[in-house]
């Protein structure tokens, strides 16, 4: 079998490497930008199990477990550590408590050692968090972050190597059917290929809408504020105050992570204004975050879908999508590479396969709810 992937970030990745461990055939990477140089260039490096919906719990805790052990699993240093740091998502309003209690029981049952807090317990399991005005809050002690998220992209792209994957930087500007299988055209001239994976976030659409009709993907700018390093450790946890729309993080580097989750607009103009949004959400909940004052400002993309869940789905015969990440294509890559190498290797697919099909986009009408 010939596998042809269209993007080379940590989704694309991921799926090289599934596919070329079960010896399936061989497989091509292309993308014009390089290997791990969009989204998955920039972003933090969170794994958390926390969601709404069993599915999507399942698919985070299947991909937690993978990163957990990576070493071993990839066969190779990676040259990263995970660490278990905590989420921890506060409530101050009752309405938002009580859907983070419905979250917590969704998690349970799908196997995820989530819990409530109550206030008190809150202020005690974050070091300076001030909880006046409180409802509550969950967290989760398994999840996390890598503390070299970058290096965990460049080894998923090292054991495809090892296991024969070849790269090519170069764009893919179109697909046509070739016989039984697929014609990928671009900058590199043409490769047939029996099957077609397309991973290329919000460019996903412009390459597959002419088989499988408008793809429900858009792009989404998001950014992130950087403080400078600080020996001294702020924040531990990472804390999001849904209710106040920020969320911070100090990272190992000792730098402060924190973002204005409802940050829009141009950034030159608006950036300010997002920097006074985390000082003033933190103020009186953890102080210490004010103290910095998060002079840089970098600016990535979500590839979004209307619910904000990826569609990893088989298109059309031998063409597939792993896009619509929505942000948390990091979090899952390995469940998606997993998944995809199942399918094409005839094997039964997981469960949770039904919540990232495209079918619920075309049966009973698109949902807009992202679910926390």
């Known amino acids: 079998m010939r596998v042809g992937i269209v993007g080379a970030g940590i989704s694309g990745l991921s799926i090289a490497f599934h596919v070329l461990e079960r010896g399936l055939g061989s497989v091509t990477l292309l993308d014009h930008a390089g290997i791990g140089a969009g989204a998955s260039a920039i972003q933090p ?13 399942l698919i985070a805790r299947e991909s937690h477990a993978v990163y957990e052990r990576l070493d071993e699993r990839l066969g190779a240093e990676v040259g990263a550590r995970f660490e278990r740091c905590d989420y921890v998502f506060v ?8 859907q983070l209690a419905a979250n917590v029981a969704i998690q349970r049952e799908a196997g995820v050692p989530s819990e409530l807090l109550d206030p008190g317990a809150l202020e005690a399991l974050v070091p300076g968090l001030r909880v006046d005005g409180v ?40 697909l ?18 029996d099957v077609v994976v397309v991973a290329a976030g919000a460019d996903t659409p412009a390459l597959v809408d002419a088989y499988a009709g408008p793809l429900p993907i858009a792009r989404e700018p998001r950014y992130l504020l950087l403080g400078a390093p600080h020996a001294e450790r702020t924040l531990d946890p990472l804390v999001v105050a849904l209710d106040r729309g920020v969320a911070a993080k100090q990272l190992a580097s000792g730098r402060l992570l924190a973002s204005d989750l409802r940050a829009a607009g141009n950034p030159t103009r608006e950036a300010p204004r997002w920097r006074e949004t985390v000082q003033r959400g933190f ?24 619910d904000a869940q990826p569609i990893i789905d088989e298109l059309e015969a031998g063409l597939w999508v792993a896009a619509g990440f929505s942000g948390h294509g990091f979090m899952v890559a390995p469940s998606t590479g997993r998944l995809v190498a199942a399918a094409l290797s005839g094997d039964r697919l997981p469960g949770w396969h039904d919540a990232v099909r495209i079918d619920r986009f075309r049966a009973a009408g698109e949902r807009d709810t992202q679910v926390i």
């Open 176 to 193: 046509e059917r070739a016989g039984d299988g697929w014609r990928m055209l671009g900058d590199f001239g043409a490769l047939d290929v």
């Open 283 to 306: 103020a009186d909940l953890v102080p210490a975050v004010t103290r910095d004052p998060l002079g840089e400002l970098v600016e990535g993309w979500y590839d979004m879908t209307p």
């Open 45 to 57: 490096g969170g794994v958390r199990q926390q969601w709404g919906s069993v599915a999507n719990c």
């Open 91 to 98: 409530a101050h309003r009752e309405e938002t408590l009580a």
């Open 135 to 174: 409802s509550g809050g969950a967290h989760c002690a398994e999840d996390g972050y890598f503390d070299r998220p970058q290096a965990v992209v460049a080894a998923f792209a090292d054991a495809a190597r090892r296991l024969s994957a070849s790269f090519e930087r170069s764009r893919v500007r179109r």
